[in-house]
């Protein structure tokens, strides 16, 4: 007997394929679907396409599809996309900030056109292939990290609602990356099982987010260059090529400040300055976070403890967190490094995703 119809988001690489695999041995009604997000010449990419949208990816994830017995559909978003996630990203970082997304798509995008086509096609249930999880407790749906902590993306996931999760199934949580590859060398997919992964962000896949500015926005770099390096006392210590082409935390800035190296620890898009300083001057005690979504309780209690993430890979730092009028204000136990405006803070506790938001410039 069938478990109910799910449609799984297909990106033709190994992680989204085996579950699909799964799900269909588990007893669900498995539909493929691929997303085409972007081309690169419209969003201002090289013309070059490869990665996860590229034509050949879109043919894997079909023919992977027709493999293993299922339906598969392509469902174009190009235009939701630009209009939202590029220009998003454009505008952060024009605002001086490093922004997310990733985080975005999946809260405003991907989840979205998913649960639309589900509908149209009765499917109870979407499927992806993140490293997470998700459970239902005491009326509400919980994201925790996926069993390989090397692999977790519950990081990406702070943003997605009740309604979303409650239809959502992650079945790559509860296994290691090692596992999923040996199930496809099991399966026969040997090809697949060895195909290299992207990390990058999908629509810059060459990972030149500068030269993808330049494109995408004419005139930007003739406006932003020759502006001052600063430290954080207000001397000029050199010219920088543009602020939006520098993020905190970066090193091997062409300037020097003695013995130490020199990182940015600042942007000011409305002056032109980049404030530059050393390891030390990156550390700070405390942080506000805006645009807060809440996953596991309904509300936040002041002075409640937590590890918060400030970035993908970072590690977590203990925290106390206060409600700030509406945001979230977050007192570290010890200084964190290289927190940057714009990029995503998620608070957990244990494996427990409590939710998360956006840092706010200081």
Known sequence: MSKGKVLVAMSG????????????????????????????ESSGGNKKETGCCSLDSINDARQLAVDCGFPHMILD???EFGDYIIDNFVDEYIAGRTPNPCVLCNTHIKWEALLKRADMLSC???ATGHYAQVREENGRYVVSKGLDNNKDQSYVLWGL???????????????????????????????????????EICFIPDNDYRGFLKRRVEGLEE??????????????????DGYPFYTIGQRKLGVSLGQEPTYVIGINPDKNTVTVGTKEDLKELEMTVRNINLVKYNAIPDGLHAVTKVRYKHSGEDSVLCNEDGDIKVIFHHKVEGIAPGQSAVFYEGNDVLGGGFIKRK
């Open 13 to 40: 690489g190994i992680d989204s394929t085996i579950a699909s695999l799964l799900l269909h041995e588990e007893g669900y009604e498995v539909i493929g679907i691929t997303m085409k997000t972007w081309d690169y």
């Open 161 to 199: 609602s009740q309604d979303c999760l409650k239809r959502t199934i992650f079945p790559m949580g509860k296994y290691h990356k090692k596992d999923i590859k040996q199930m496809a060398l099991d399966r026969g997919y040997v090809e697949l099982a060895n195909k290299s992964e992207s990390y």
């Open 223 to 240: 406006r932003v260059k020759g502006g001052d390096f600063i430290t954080k006392t207000g001397e000029v210590v050199g010219k920088h």
């Open 77 to 79: 978003i190009k235009e």
């Open 124 to 126: 109870e249930y979407i």
